[in-house]
């Protein structure tokens, strides 16, 4: 018995630490306002904008980036796995600069998937991800200004309802 609840712990915790192991630098959120005719999941998004950070946190009042992004989208009644790397296929995979509001990005180096957000808008200029940082909770930013996101910026998926 003892064994099977160490084998259990081990596994809670490896799924936690593959969700959302970086840092951030981050901008302060540029809207707080919800829009109409956005998708669902970014109003639902958009309503826990101010929100902390928590390691392993699946919400309503504290997130990790993919337990913010299982919170969103099961508020919307989609399903799309708790950690970032189930969510990376959760849908069709697409170029980050084809993405649309309520797209998934994701963030990593190499292969490995380290942070996830769900896109906010995407005017080919900027690109506007709501994501729960691990330095200032949840936050609208701008991807592509931010070298550090940039940079680690991988691809979007869309996530089939």
Not at 56 to 83: K, L, M
Request: hydrophobic share 35%; aromatic share 10%.
């Amino acid at each position: 018995m003892r064994i099977i609840w160490t084998l259990g712990c081990l596994a809670f915790l490896l799924v936690m630490m593959s969700s959302c192991g970086t840092t951030s630098r981050v901008s302060s959120p540029q809207s707080t306002q919800v829009d109409r005719d956005a998708p669902d999941v970014v109003q639902y998004a958009k309503a826990k904008l101010g929100s902390g950070y928590q390691f392993g946190a699946t919400g309503p009042r504290r997130f990790d980036c993919s337990g913010f992004t299982w919170y969103v989208y099961r508020q919307a009644g989609i399903d799309i796995g708790r950690t970032t790397s189930i969510q990376s296929n959760a849908g069709n995979r697409i170029n980050p600069s084809r993405t649309q509001p309520g797209d998934l990005v994701f963030f990593g180096k190499g292969r490995k998937m380290q942070h996830v957000g769900i896109v906010v808008s995407n005017n080919g200029r900027g690109l506007e991800v709501i994501h729960a940082s691990s330095s200032r909770g949840v936050i609208i930013e701008d991807v592509k200004a931010s070298p550090y996101w940039s940079e680690r910026l991988r691809f979007g998926i869309r996530v089939q309802s």
